[in-house]
């Protein structure tokens, strides 16, 4: 079980990461936007972060994405996003994954899972 | 003439003015002819030397008068004349330089030059010759005549008009409706004529280089001065002018007169040069005028290119500016898709012990997934695609597929065949691109034969450079309209299909540098033919950037 930050903002879907994820026994935290997903982040340090890349009223996911790794590299990040473009900027590169975002939440449990018991952090 | 006789009686001008007539008129030249000995003048004389000497005195000066007056006479009527052949050789000049002006046909411009010199109402020779200078066989080659070759043959022809021999007109309506205007046996053996450049002797090389006139004198052997004319041209007297302009050196023009055997004239010969300047301005301008028509040619050609270039340009920023609407469109339906799926799926899970709730939550995940699908197309297809080259076995993927397929493959009665041409079959690819790339083929065959069931051939070999994979369908085949837009962004002939299928797999392809085949045949089946470049070993693993080269 890790403790995950999640930022998206699609609000329902928000909702139901957090409550799918809550179910399968971690500690979720989520947030509309990164500013103030980045302002939990010490605090609450999660071994997994999920970002959504496209973020309205808010620093894009890739921002987010060096902002996390820079204060502490052993946080494994999960970019999420409707656009499998994303992969040839060079910037996701230093994201642990990416997944492509679907109804079907398997995948990213799966990753989340996997990424979360290998964690130093934990 | 008949007037002389009886000069009493017709006005003579001394019987009027003897008679102290007045308007007595001098000015036609005929009254001279019959004074010269008039009785009355004899009288008029005696009378004036019964007087005084000045009477005598003027009787010799108007003696001495008509003859000055008689022999100017003569004079002047041989310049009228030699004038009025003069104004002829204009005239026709002017008529040819005319026609000559405004053709653009080399063999129509050698015609008219040919019959202007030899036209029976000017100067007339017999017959004349053109040869022009070929620089790719570099030799001066006869290239038309016209005229008779024997004798004979002229006298036959001559028969056949009016005036003797044709007049410029009755040639001129000759060229001019015929479709072979070359046809006389002497133009044929003109035809033959070959003179090379280094034959610096002969004679009509000489006309060529110097740019002289030459007139063959008496006692001066053909057969010496130029053996290729031995037959061509008369060895009583022939003429040849150079055809030049003061930038190009055409070639020469020969003329004599075998039949008539009239002497060359001084005259003649000007007349001859004179045409022979216009014949060089008018080939001049031939050569300008296909130069010009060449270049007209190549510029229209240039043009449709551009037009096209243009209308497929225009063509693809449609394409690329419908792609980007597309993609913005679709990412702002797929999140809230997203959404939906996502709870439904919850709700399947919550709730999807009964059997009712399940039916339909069912219909609802199945309907999103499929717009879910439909929308990652787009997205993918408006997105650059960077390839991740490795080496991969091209028949692994192409099992693995089927493996995943197996079962509906069973469902749909289709068999399948595979004919690999080795056991393992390395390509340096993409290995996810292609794998997209067959599934999405062998998902068309499949829907090719969804009805009625058949067989699945996929098939690999080499050809040349390109290592090759075919998936091959007895299925429907492809109508024919359907034909031309296959590879079509959107264009879709299923119910279902989003129309990106092949149009991405093309793609796919076309950034590896490769290219996608298809055939078909109503009710017969389709076969897809992908050619892959870089046809590598596995122990000789090709660099990207070979591929890259091999692409452009």
Known sequence: MSRILIVEDEPHLLELYIDELKEEGHEVEGYANGEEGLKRLDEFAPEVVVLDIKLENSAGGLEILKEVKSRNKNTRVILNSAYSTYKNDFTTWIADAYIVKSSDLVELKTKIKELGDSSPLM | ?552
């Open chain 2, 1 to 552: 003439m008949a007037n002389a006789e009886t000069k009493n009686s017709c006005g003579c001008w001394i019987t009027d003015l003897l008679a102290g007539k007045e308007d007595v008129d001098l000015s036609t030249g005929k009254i001279f002819d019959y004074c010269k000995g008039c009785p009355d003048l004899e009288k008029l004389k005696e009378r004036a030397s019964g007087r005084r000497t000045a009477d005598t005195t003027i009787a010799i000066l108007i003696d001495k008068l008509f003859e000055r007056i008689h022999s100017c006479r003569i004079q002047l009527v041989d310049t009228a004349s030699s004038l009025r052949k003069k104004l002829e050789e204009l005239s026709l000049l002017n008529k040819v330089t005319d026609h000559l002006l405004k053709t653009d046909n080399l063999e129509r411009a050698l015609a008219l030059v040919l019959t202007g010199v030899t036209a029976g109402d000017a100067f007339g020779f017999n017959r004349a010759a053109i040869f022009l200078c070929d620089l790719r066989s570099n030799s001066l080659r006869g290239i038309a005549g016209i005229g008779c070759a024997t004798i004979d043959e002229a006298r036959k022809l001559w028969m056949q008009f009016d005036s003797g021999r044709p007049t410029f007109d009755e040639a001129l309506e000759r060229i001019y409706n015929s479709d072979e205007i070359f046809t006389d046996t002497f133009h044929h053996q003109v035809w033959q004529v070959q003179i090379p450049f280094e034959e610096e002797d002969n004679v009509l090389m000489k006309v060529l280089k110097t740019q002289e006139i030459f007139v063959l004198k008496p006692g001066e052997q053909i057969a010496h001065l130029c053996p290729q004319l031995d037959n061509l041209a008369d060895p009583a007297g022939f003429v040849a002018v150079p055809i030049a302009t003061d930038n190009l050196d055409f070639g020469v023009l020969i003329a004599d007169n075998f039949v008539t055997n009239k002497p060359v004239s001084e005259d003649d010969i000007l007349s001859l040069k004179t045409f022979a300047n216009t014949a060089a301005t008018a080939f001049e301008n031939v050569g300008l005028h296909n130069q010009l028509r060449a270049k007209l040619e190549e510029l229209k050609h240039t043009h449709d290119l551009l037009r096209e270039n243009q209308s497929y340009l225009v063509q693809h920023e449609r394409l690329a500016d419908i792609g980007k609407l597309a993609t913005t469109v679709t990412h702002e339906i797929k999140t809230p898709l997203i959404t939906i799926g996502a709870y439904t799926r919850r709700l399947l899970n919550t709730f999807g012990t009964e059997k009712f709730n399940k039916e339909h939550l069912e219909v609802i995940l199945h309907e999103v997934d499929r717009l879910e699908k439909i929308s990652s197309e787009i997205l993918d297809y408006s997105k650059e695609i960077r390839l991740e080259i490795t080496s991969c076995d091209l028949c692994g993927i192409i099992k693995e597929i089927l493996k995943i397929l197996g079962e509906k493959l069973e469902d749909y009665k289709i068999g399948v065949k595979t004919k690999f041409h080795d056991r393992q079959v390395i390509i340096r690819a993409d290995a996810n691109r292609i794998r997209q790339v067959i599934y999405n083929l062998i998902q068309n065959a499949m829907d090719a034969m969804m009805l009625k069931g058949g067989t699945l051939t996929i098939s690999t070999h080499t050809e040349q450079n390109y290592t090759v994979f075919e998936i091959e369908d007895t299925g429907e085949g492809i109508k024919q309209e359907a034909q031309e837009k296959l590879f079509t962004p959107f264009y879709s002939t299923k119910a279902k299909g989003s129309g990106l299928g092949l149009s991405v797999s093309k793609k796919i392809i076309d950034d590896h540098g490769g290219y996608i085949k298809a055939e078909t045949e109503r009710g017969k089946g389709s076969k897809f033919s992908v050619y892959l470049p870089g046809l590598k070993s596995e122990n000789q693993p090709s660099e990207p950037k070979v591929m890259r080269s091999q692409n452009e």
